[in-house]
């Protein structure tokens, strides 16, 4: 098991493209079709990035994603080129040593400005807009139903793409007016396209996925899947075993990074507290595990 946290990269011979919250984007000199998507074990809460990363979470997201790429591939195609350092070109493979099972080499796509989050489940922001409204995103559904409840059918809520702070949920008819009507209709039916055919496999691993979000783009005019899919950092995550409808449910996710800050006194500013050592290892512990649920693997 590897223990090195990969919180930055630093990768000589390769052109620095940008970095986000978890993620360092790289491209090869002179290549302008590809780019280098390296995931670290970088760890944000509240819209801050915390000082100290979890350890193996990077290699979690980075193999996960590889995984439902794979198992997603007869739905819509994707910009995985291949997660396999050794297969990709040389300025890359010499850095194997920091990279290896936590790099995509993808098909460079021209993104929607635009989430596409899917929902089985009442939880999160839906629940707080059902709360308000009876709906969620616009979408009305049935009166009563309780925290963590499942819905009639997974409804697709989208939502804006914030380049800092939060994404705030819009309707189909604003997305609609964002990237066209005929746009926003095969990205809705792909969303709930891929969420069932995920569903079915999680539930059978005991797994309840409740919400994710997919990201999209265009490559040579095809709509095609991007970025990462159906992670603990994407996705919300129950576990069937313990699955209690009507308040709410642990998840397999960075709950205990959340959990600890929250009594920890700080302000959410930035800078954030470091995060102990113990809590580190139950975050850990959380991510190793809903990647072995779903895939079956270890990590080696």
Known sequence: ?????????????????????????????????????????????????????????????????????????????????????????????????ILRGRTHFVRRCEPFPVECVVRGYLAGSGLKDYKATGKVCGIALPPGLRESD?????????????ETGHDENIDFEAMTRTVGPDAATKLRDLTLALYRKATEHAESKGVILCDTKFEFGLSSGRITLIDEALTPDSSRYWDRKVYVPGKSQPSFDKQPVRDWLEASGWDKKPPAPKLPNEVVAQTTARYREIHHRLTGEVLS
Not at 21 to 36: A, N, S, T
Not at 69 to 77: K, N, T, Y
Not at 78 to 89: F, I
Not at 152 to 162: D, H
């Open 150 to 162: 499942r819905l009639p059918e997974p409804i697709f809520t989208p939502s804006t793409k914030a």
């Open 1 to 97: 098991m590897s223990t090195q946290v990969v919180t930055r990269t630093d990768l000589a011979g390769l052109e620095f493209v940008g970095r986000g919250k978890v993620r360092d984007i790289w491209r090869v000199p002179g290549d302008r079709d590809h780019l280098v998507i390296v995931t670290t074990d970088r760890i944000s809460a509240f819209d801050v990035v915390l000082p100290n990363g979890i350890t193996d979470k990077g290699r979690v997201l980075s193999t996960l994603s590889a995984f439902w790429f794979r198992h997603l591939g007869d739905v819509v195609p994707n910009h995985l080129v291949t997660a396999d350092v050794d297969a990709m070109p040389a300025p890359v493979k010499a850095h194997a040593a």
